[in-house]
């Protein structure tokens, strides 16, 4: 079946230290993933997704696919990144199937 | 442009009630996504519709739910003889058509039931 692991609810990291969100996916084919930003009192917005290998606000995320992950990387994070990360998967039909969540809190 | 469009906010009824969760999708997006979000569980699909047509209904629960998107106006999300087990917060979303997975999400209904 598929679906999407994100072991951590909560990430709580001071300003400028490092940041990973995980995120594991168990699918039989070849997925797409994305992450979903959710900030305070926003929202779902869509961050980025694998297929076009960006960098979006500093984030970025490497499909591995020996481990069927996906985390959400920045190397140095800023307190306007606290919010809810939301990691997804595509079945490739229209749906997407969603983790749990993380909240990020970055510190001063 | 103003987004998708979800109303009420906020919407309580008491056990036994109808209710009624609207979407109106961003313009020029003729794809609905509704999504429930129970409390510390992530999004889960419930259907997703074109105009006129439900294309999968595979997320909804088989008895009391019912999802439509008519050729003009907002999809209605219809929860019947609602139950303390459908509080949740209800997401819709909208994109331009297969393919794209650029959703476009609204801010959500969230239901209490009493």
């Known amino acids: 079946a598929q679906r999407v692991t994100q072991p951590e609810k909560l990430l709580s990291v001071f300003k400028g230290a490092p940041v990973e969100l995980k995120c594991n996916y168990s699918?039989?084919?070849?997925?797409?993933l994305f992450w979903y930003v959710q900030y305070s009192r926003q929202r779902l917005q869509l961050l980025l997704r694998h297929i076009s290998r960006e960098s979006i606000k500093g984030f970025t995320a490497d499909l591995n696919k020996g481990e069927t992950s996906f985390h959400l990387k920045k190397p140095f994070a800023q307190e306007e990144d606290s919010a809810m990360y939301y990691c997804a998967l595509s079945d490739n039909t229209d749906k997407l199937i969603f983790g749990t969540g993380t909240r990020l809190q970055v510190f001063p | 442009n103003a987004g998708v469009m979800q109303n009420p906010r906020h919407l309580v009824r008491r056990r036994g009630q109808e209710a009624r969760l609207r979407c109106s999708p961003m313009k020029g997006h003729s794809h609905v996504y509704w999504y429930r979000q129970l409390p510390e569980e992530g999004l889960k699909f419930m259907v997703y519709l074109q105009k006129e047509n439900i294309i999968d209904e595979s997320g909804m629960p088989k008895e009391r739910f019912s999802a439509e998107f008519p050729k003009e106006g907002p999809s209605i999300l219809r929860i019947q003889q609602v139950v303390r087990g459908d509080s949740a917060a209800y997401f819709c979303?909208?994109?331009?058509?297969?393919?794209?997975?650029?959703?476009?999400f609204g801010s959500g209904t969230r239901l209490t039931v009493v």
């Open positions: 979303a909208s994109s331009p058509g297969t393919g794209d997975y650029g959703y476009t």
């Open positions: 699918y039989s084919g070849s997925p797409e």
